[in-house]
């Protein structure tokens, strides 16, 4: 059911810094999210029928970098659309796991799965006071809120400290850390005006440490 909502409400089309990679993504997101409520439940917003900056700039990163992932067991964290999930395995990283507590998230990463042809593990769980067992930990524009941000980098640091190659694509959001990362690459990266603003990210991939 969620899979026909995705692929009823979304159109698929070329990541614009990732034309190797299609996505399902919607045109109006107020609209859209007006749609994901009419069941009567809150739902919350419709991160995943967008490329996000920091999700195009880590996808980008991996596909130009295939040595980072390729065979290693790989956690796409809060995955939104999928897309670094989807570039992860295309450049060939297994097994591959696309985790959110969305799961219209999860509906639209097997949507984009499927439409790129690749295999990705679905993650429908609060991972952050876990250590997952994956050998490289992706985040693409988790740093939006100062919440998300107070959770999701102990979890990162820890993954980090035991091993894990950790990759966080990032715009600048409010409450990226200030300290503990390496910058591995920097794109200018395309996004939607009406979300972002502006028509350009600059959008760094950081490596925590």
Known sequence: ML???IRANTELAAVPFVPEISLFQAAE?????EKTEE????QPPPFWAFAWAGGQALARHLLDHPDLVSGRSVLDLATGSGLVAVAAAVAGATPVTA???DPYSLAAAAANAIAN???VTLS???VLDTNPEAAVILAGDVFYSREMAARVLPF???AAARGCLVLVGDPGRAYLPAEGLIKQAAYDVPVIESLESV??????VWQVR
């Not at 069941?39 to 809150?42: K, W």
């Not at 028509?199 to 760094?204: A, K, L, M, Q, V």
Request: glycine share 4%; proline share 7%.
């Open 117 to 119: 042809d690749v295999k």
């Open 99 to 101: 985790n959110d507590i």
């Open 39 to 42: 069941s009567g439940t809150q």
């Open 124 to 126: 429908e769980s609060d």
């Open 3 to 5: 899979l026909e909502f």
């Open 199 to 204: 028509p350009f990210r600059h959008t760094t």
């Open 156 to 158: 990162l640091r820890r």
């Open 29 to 33: 997101p107020i609209e859209l999210w």
